[in-house]
């Protein structure tokens, strides 16, 4: 799949055409000289041809995400969850970060970004060398046991999935938001898998609509927050309080807020700077100046 910046992945992203250099600037002396702590959203990986939900054409495509009680108590909505996961999963799994991803990393290495929070469920941030991230809704690489908490690889869960449904090897589908596939529902009924150390539920350790972010995780990302001096938002449209409280808090803190979205977000009206722009044209621009700046290689 290359890095994942090929035409599929920019047909998700509206083009807005490069950021004015008066905004570039402004972004630069903001950061300069400061601890920046980074909020990522989908906007950061649909250059990486994963899309979201809130994207040009993706809102009247994609279906309602499962909800957490579904999920837990009704079997079908389970089967109908992992009959199209199975399908989306091995597209996400070939996902690689893109130059968003990759600056965000070079900006952690050369002491401009003490840490960054993402609101995504692909670990592209880890592949491309972020260390200090709080992943605030979990990630899909792993599923967790809801009775013995044992954590199982994707991968490897993957594997079981096709032994015990062997007719979903062969099927292609669309990639939908969060590793779904614009699959219709399965013509025959699909087998879930168990854990294997308790025979417990299985669920992907991401966080579900309707289930709470934990807190250690909350509190992680609060800290962060709190020993920032500039907080910038990179491809969120805040449109869920999981995210959106963080801009609040450092609103409340005194620390500026900055907002890089194609598109207009619930934290506008809290923002100190506001800048629409496709990460991919935009991150390596601030990149090579912050870095320069900075005295890095």
């Not at 999920?71 to 893109?98: F, I, M, Q, T």
């Not at 809801?146 to 292609?172: M, V």
């Amino acid at each position: 799949m290359g890095d994942g910046t090929g035409d599929e992945g920019l047909a998700l992203v509206p083009s807005l055409g490069p950021a004015p250099g008066e905004a570039l600037e402004a972004l630069a002396e903001l950061c300069a000289g400061r601890r920046v702590v980074a909020l990522t959203g989908a906007g950061c990986s649909t250059e990486s041809g994963i899309p979201d939900y809130r994207g040009e054409g993706t809102r009247a495509r994609a279906r309602n995400p499962i909800r957490f009680s579904a999920y837990v108590e009704d079997p079908e909505a389970r089967a109908r969850y992992w009959s199209r996961a199975v399908v989306g999963w091995p597209k996400l799994s070939r996902a690689r970060p893109n130059a968003a991803h990759r600056v965000l990393a070079q900006l952690e290495a050369a002491g401009v970004l003490s840490g960054l929070i993402t609101q995504n469920v692909d670990r592209l941030h880890h592949q491309a060398g972020s260390r200090a991230v709080v992943e605030l809704h979990g990630a899909l690489a792993e599923v967790r046991c809801l009775s013995c908490q044992t954590i199982e690889g994707r991968d490897a869960l993957q594997d079981r999935l096709l032994g015990l449904n062997p007719s979903w090897r062969h099927l292609d589908a669309a990639m939908a938001p969060d590793g779904d596939a614009e699959l219709e529902d399965p013509v025959d009924r699909f087998q879930v898998a168990d854990c294997q150390a308790c025979g417990g539920l299985l669920k992907p350790n991401v966080v579900f609509f309707g289930e709470q972010v934990p807190q250690a995780t909350v509190d992680q990302a609060y800290a962060m927050v709190e020993d920032a001096e500039v907080l910038a938002v990179f491809g969120s449209s805040l449109a869920v309080f999981s995210g959106l409280r963080f801009v609040k808090r450092a609103k409340a803190r005194g620390i500026p807020v900055a907002i890089i979205n194609a598109g207009p977000t619930r934290g506008d009206p809290l923002a100190s700077l506001k800048i629409d722009a496709r990460l991919g044209e935009f991150l390596p621009r601030l990149g090579a100046r912050l870095i320069g700046s900075s005295g890095a290689d």
